[in-house]
Protein backbone atom coordinates (compact mmCIF):
# COMPACT_ATOMS: atom_id res chain seq x y z
CA UNK A 1 0.00 0.00 0.00
CA UNK A 2 3.21 2.59 0.73
CA UNK A 3 4.47 1.96 -2.78
CA UNK A 4 0.96 2.45 -4.37
CA UNK A 5 0.59 5.62 -2.32
CA UNK A 6 4.03 6.85 -3.25
CA UNK A 7 3.63 6.11 -6.95
CA UNK A 8 0.02 8.36 -6.63
CA UNK A 9 1.59 11.36 -5.09
CA UNK A 10 4.95 10.79 -7.66
CA UNK A 11 1.41 11.17 -10.13
CA UNK A 12 0.60 13.77 -8.65
CA UNK A 13 3.89 15.99 -8.66
CA UNK A 14 4.42 15.29 -12.34
CA UNK A 15 1.07 16.37 -13.61
CA UNK A 16 1.09 19.43 -11.48
CA UNK A 17 5.03 19.78 -12.98
CA UNK A 18 3.42 19.44 -16.43
CA UNK A 19 0.78 22.03 -15.75
CA UNK A 20 2.97 24.66 -14.08
CA UNK A 21 5.81 24.06 -17.21
CA UNK A 22 3.40 24.61 -19.65
CA UNK A 23 2.47 27.89 -18.64
CA UNK A 24 6.24 29.06 -18.57
CA UNK A 25 7.20 31.04 -21.94
CA UNK A 26 9.99 29.54 -23.07
CA UNK A 27 10.75 30.03 -26.58
CA UNK A 28 7.51 28.29 -27.58
CA UNK A 29 6.68 30.60 -30.06
CA UNK A 30 9.86 30.55 -32.17
CA UNK A 31 10.03 26.26 -31.59
CA UNK A 32 6.78 24.81 -31.13
CA UNK A 33 6.76 21.65 -28.93
CA UNK A 34 9.99 23.04 -26.94
CA UNK A 35 9.69 22.22 -23.37
CA UNK A 36 11.72 21.54 -20.04
CA UNK A 37 10.46 18.68 -19.25
CA UNK A 38 10.08 18.86 -15.81
CA UNK A 39 7.65 16.22 -15.45
CA UNK A 40 10.35 13.46 -16.79
CA UNK A 41 12.19 14.66 -13.21
CA UNK A 42 10.01 12.30 -11.54
CA UNK A 43 9.79 9.75 -14.39
CA UNK A 44 13.84 9.53 -14.54
CA UNK A 45 13.16 9.04 -10.31
CA UNK A 46 10.56 5.98 -10.97
CA UNK A 47 12.60 4.26 -12.98
CA UNK A 48 15.84 4.37 -10.66
CA UNK A 49 13.68 3.71 -7.47
CA UNK A 50 10.68 1.73 -9.28
CA UNK A 51 11.68 0.43 -12.43
CA UNK A 52 10.11 0.49 -16.16
CA UNK A 53 6.57 -1.00 -15.07
CA UNK A 54 5.79 1.59 -12.70
CA UNK A 55 7.73 4.55 -14.46
CA UNK A 56 5.15 3.15 -17.80
CA UNK A 57 2.10 3.48 -15.10
CA UNK A 58 2.93 6.97 -14.03
CA UNK A 59 3.41 8.47 -17.40
CA UNK A 60 0.87 6.88 -19.11
CA UNK A 61 -1.74 8.00 -16.15
CA UNK A 62 0.38 11.29 -16.46
CA UNK A 63 -0.86 11.90 -19.94
CA UNK A 64 -3.67 11.27 -19.69
CA UNK A 65 -4.57 13.47 -16.64
CA UNK A 66 -2.89 15.86 -18.57
CA UNK A 67 -4.87 15.65 -21.36
CA UNK A 68 -7.96 15.39 -19.49
CA UNK A 69 -6.93 18.78 -17.81
CA UNK A 70 -5.65 20.42 -20.61
CA UNK A 71 -5.39 19.42 -23.86
CA UNK A 72 -7.40 17.14 -24.66
CA UNK A 73 -7.39 13.22 -24.65
CA UNK A 74 -6.80 12.05 -28.42
CA UNK A 75 -6.06 15.25 -29.36
CA UNK A 76 -2.58 15.87 -31.42
CA UNK A 77 -1.31 17.13 -28.73
CA UNK A 78 -1.94 14.21 -26.45
CA UNK A 79 -0.84 11.92 -29.08
CA UNK A 80 2.50 14.15 -29.48
CA UNK A 81 2.79 13.66 -25.31
CA UNK A 82 2.12 9.94 -24.91
CA UNK A 83 4.56 9.13 -27.95
CA UNK A 84 7.46 10.92 -26.63
CA UNK A 85 6.69 9.38 -22.80
CA UNK A 86 6.59 5.96 -23.86
CA UNK A 87 9.80 5.80 -26.17
CA UNK A 88 11.94 8.26 -23.16
CA UNK A 89 11.21 5.64 -20.89
CA UNK A 90 12.07 2.68 -22.79
CA UNK A 91 14.62 4.17 -24.02
CA UNK A 92 15.93 5.37 -20.47
CA UNK A 93 15.28 2.17 -18.76
CA UNK A 94 17.28 0.24 -21.59
CA UNK A 95 20.50 2.67 -21.51
CA UNK A 96 20.34 2.50 -17.81
CA UNK A 97 20.77 -1.18 -18.04
CA UNK A 98 22.92 -1.60 -20.67
CA UNK A 99 25.15 1.17 -21.15
CA UNK A 100 27.48 2.39 -18.10
CA UNK A 101 26.16 6.00 -18.21
CA UNK A 102 24.65 8.43 -15.31
CA UNK A 103 21.86 9.65 -14.27
CA UNK A 104 22.47 12.78 -16.02
CA UNK A 105 23.19 10.43 -19.27
CA UNK A 106 20.31 8.70 -19.02
CA UNK A 107 18.07 11.49 -18.55
CA UNK A 108 19.78 13.16 -22.01
CA UNK A 109 19.03 9.88 -23.76
CA UNK A 110 15.21 10.31 -22.53
CA UNK A 111 15.18 13.86 -23.51
CA UNK A 112 16.25 13.23 -27.46
CA UNK A 113 13.70 9.83 -27.47
CA UNK A 114 10.67 12.12 -26.54
CA UNK A 115 11.71 14.38 -29.29
CA UNK A 116 12.18 11.64 -31.68
CA UNK A 117 8.89 10.11 -30.51
CA UNK A 118 6.69 13.84 -31.27
CA UNK A 119 8.79 13.44 -34.67
CA UNK A 120 7.73 9.80 -35.59
CA UNK A 121 3.69 10.98 -34.41
CA UNK A 122 3.70 14.38 -36.21
CA UNK A 123 5.40 12.18 -39.38
CA UNK A 124 2.58 9.52 -39.22
CA UNK A 125 -0.06 11.05 -37.78
CA UNK A 126 -0.35 14.69 -39.78
CA UNK A 127 0.68 13.05 -43.05
CA UNK A 128 3.83 15.36 -43.31
CA UNK A 129 6.79 13.55 -44.01
CA UNK A 130 9.04 16.78 -44.48
CA UNK A 131 8.66 17.18 -40.50
CA UNK A 132 11.60 15.21 -40.12
CA UNK A 133 13.50 18.79 -40.91
CA UNK A 134 12.50 20.03 -37.58
CA UNK A 135 13.78 17.43 -35.65
CA UNK A 136 17.32 18.91 -35.48
CA UNK A 137 16.53 22.08 -33.69
CA UNK A 138 14.46 19.44 -30.94
CA UNK A 139 17.54 17.88 -30.46
CA UNK A 140 20.07 20.84 -30.23
CA UNK A 141 17.76 22.05 -27.37
CA UNK A 142 16.93 18.04 -26.33
CA UNK A 143 20.71 18.26 -24.66
CA UNK A 144 20.75 21.25 -22.31
CA UNK A 145 16.72 19.96 -21.28
CA UNK A 146 18.19 16.64 -20.36
CA UNK A 147 20.93 17.87 -18.66
CA UNK A 148 18.87 20.14 -16.62
CA UNK A 149 16.50 17.13 -15.68
CA UNK A 150 19.32 14.82 -14.98
CA UNK A 151 20.74 17.03 -12.48
CA UNK A 152 17.84 17.46 -10.50
CA UNK A 153 17.10 13.66 -11.36
CA UNK A 154 20.35 12.79 -9.58
CA UNK A 155 19.58 15.22 -6.84
CA UNK A 156 16.39 14.13 -5.90
CA UNK A 157 17.41 9.78 -6.40
CA UNK A 158 20.87 10.44 -4.21
CA UNK A 159 18.69 12.22 -1.56
CA UNK A 160 16.27 9.11 -1.24
CA UNK A 161 19.18 6.48 -1.61
CA UNK A 162 19.06 5.39 1.71
CA UNK A 163 15.09 5.30 1.94
CA UNK A 164 14.56 1.46 2.10
CA UNK A 165 10.93 2.09 2.31
CA UNK A 166 10.84 3.30 -1.59
CA UNK A 167 10.74 -0.20 -2.17
Known amino acids: MKKFTRLSLLLALSVALNIIESSLPLLNDYIPGLKLGLANIVTLFIIYKYGLKEALYVGILRVFLVGILRTGVFSTHFFFSLSG ?49 YL ?32
Open 85 to 133: CLLSIIFMCLAKRFLNLSVIGISIIGSIAHSLGQILVAILLLQMPAMIY
Open 136 to 167: PWLLIFSIPTGLLVGIIGKQLINHFEDDLLLY
